[in-house]
């Protein structure tokens, strides 16, 4: 009689409960599922619910048999709002009740787990693994030049660097970053680093987070080679396990397209927790080809209502089509962020309005030239695959490094960074779109070719993919 086949090795994943932090870690789930690796995936609780709401996202979940999610709550009503800095007002309670799942996850007879793959802002899993006896491989879903970045906040601080000496100092040259001295001014900073007190909690607890992931047994990053090169050699030197397999979306697709027997069908794979209004797919079929700017300010960025006006103003004095995604939670001071009267006329002529969009359709949809982004790092690599020019208007956190390489190191678009002025949008949409837009266009198109060599069969994100599974395949649960 044949020996019992020994069961899959079984993968928990675990991300910050946030949209840009699930949306990634839950694709490369699908991928590992796809490899036939066995799949428990911690959600919060919120997270979930408006998730699976969704028909789509459940059938392509339920449809891998070795797939389960384990929802945990993060301590709040389901219908109380989730801003950006929810995650550090429930952070002990949410580390106090996964501990306790990961305890009995780990001890359940029946699944036994061979690795965590935990968000690499939550290195408290490291340590609490590590006590049970399982290996972790962080994940950071930032870009690789912006973990680097917060990888060398000491060092900054060490050569006078930081703490930034006020308004006048923010064009300064930051030299103490390794391999991007020629591209990073402290403007283009993580924005932790704006203080003047270098013992700032956000601060500290960044630069803490940060180097604890060397305590990782390996390190994720949704980036290539080709894309953020001088960073990932740097990070290489400290991470020796690194695995860089992005864009994830990207690569997705091309694994996701050669099925395997018991997986699901291909599909889009959008991973909203919020209600996709699709209409403006509708707007786009009607509009000429390379016509509209696409405006999002992903899931958390709120504007003020100054901000606001000055967006309204710059869109519609540019002339150009343009599709906006307002939140209904994007105006910082609540309600809504309406159209300034005298606007009405020319925002309904041109402009079409949704509270969210199916972005990486609307990217890749032949009426959109251009992207007016905050440079989200899943926003900045959806537009990087659909080979579009972006005009930038960075936050928050890792945006105001992403904005930088895309106005200057990839050289596919312009940086508004810090200056919310109608004139100064105006010009620049018009940049993107008119006078540059051939030149812009060229080079977006010229990384969306590498972004798809990277993850087609023999590129570099395809075979770090490959290895990371191999890897995980050959440690014993
Ligand atoms: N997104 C979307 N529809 C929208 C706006 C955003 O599907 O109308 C998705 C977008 O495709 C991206 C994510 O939300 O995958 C936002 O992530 P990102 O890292 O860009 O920004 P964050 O929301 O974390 O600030």
Redesign the pocket.
């Known amino acids: 009689m044949d020996p019992p086949l020994a069961p899959p090795p079984h993968v928990i994943i675990f991300p910050l409960a946030?949209?840009?932090?699930v949306?990634?870690m839950l694709k490369l789930a699908e991928l590992l599922a796809h490899s036939g690796l066995r799949i428990t995936f911690i959600n919060s609780e919120y997270i979930h619910h408006r998730l699976l709401r969704h028909a789509d996202i459940q059938a392509r979940f339920t449809a891998f048999p070795d797939f389960r999610f384990k929802i945990i709550s993060d301590g709040l009503p389901l219908d109380h709002p989730r801003s950006?800095d929810h995650f550090m007002t429930t952070f002990s309670y949410v580390k106090s009740i996964t501990m306790q799942l990961l305890e009995e996850l780990v001890s359940a007879p029946d699944r036994p787990v061979t690795c965590i793959i935990a968000d690499g802002i939550l290195t408290f899993t490291i340590d609490f693994a590590g006590d049970l006896g399982v290996p972790v491989i962080a994940f950071r879903?930032i870009s690789a030049s912006s973990f680097w970045a917060y990888f060398c906040i000491p060092r900054m601080i060490e050569s006078g660097d930081l703490p930034i000496k006020g308004d006048e100092d923010m064009d300064r040259v930051v030299t103490s970053v390794k391999g991007m001295e020629d591209i990073l001014r402290c403007r283009d900073l993580p924005s932790f680093c704006r203080v003047a007190d270098l013992s700032d909690w956000t601060l500290q607890y960044v630069t803490t987070q940060t180097l604890q992931t060397t305590r990782a047994r390996a390190l994720i990053l949704n980036s290539f080679d080709q894309l953020e090169g001088p960073a990932i050699s740097q990070i290489r030197t400290h991470f020796p396990n690194l695995y860089t397999i992005g864009p994830l979306?990207s690569h997705h697709k091309s694994r996701l397209s050669s099925p395997s027997p018991s997986s699901p069908p291909p599909s889009p794979a959008?991973?909203?927790i919020?209600e996709?209004d699709r209409s403006c797919i509708s707007w786009l079929d009607k509009q000429p080809p390379k016509s509209v700017i696409y405006v999002?300010?992903?899931?958390?960025?709120t504007l003020n209502r100054h901000d606001f006006t000055e967006f309204w103003y710059g869109l519609v004095n540019s002339g150009r089509r343009f599709l906006w995604?307002v939140?209904p939670d994007s105006l910082a001071e609540g309600g809504s962020g309406a159209v300034p009267e005298e606007l009405r006329e020319a925002v309904a002529e041109r402009g079409c309005i949704?509270?969210?969009?199916?972005?990486?359709e609307?990217?890749h949809h032949g009426a959109v030239a251009a992207f007016l982004?905050?440079?989200?790092?899943?926003?900045?690599l959806?537009s990087v695959v659909a080979g579009k020019p972006m005009v930038c208007w960075p936050?928050f956190?890792d945006?105001q490094v992403n904005s930088r390489l895309v106005s200057h190191a990839w050289k596919v678009g312009l940086d508004m960074k810090d200056v919310c002025d109608r004139e100064v949008l105006e010009r620049m949409v018009n940049g993107v779109m008119g006078e540059r837009q051939e030149e812009f266009a060229a080079d977006a198109g010229d990384l969306a070719r590498r972004a798809r060599e990277a993850t087609s069969k023999g590129g570099s994100s395809w075979d770090n993919l490959d290895r990371l599974i191999n890897d995980i395949r050959s440690m014993k649960p």
């Open positions: 946030a949209q840009g932090h949306n990634s950006s879903t979306h959008s991973n909203s919020w996709v999002s300010f992903g899931s958390i960025t995604v939140r949704v509270g969210w969009a199916p972005q990486e609307v990217l982004t905050h440079s989200g790092w899943n926003s900045t959806e936050f956190a945006q």
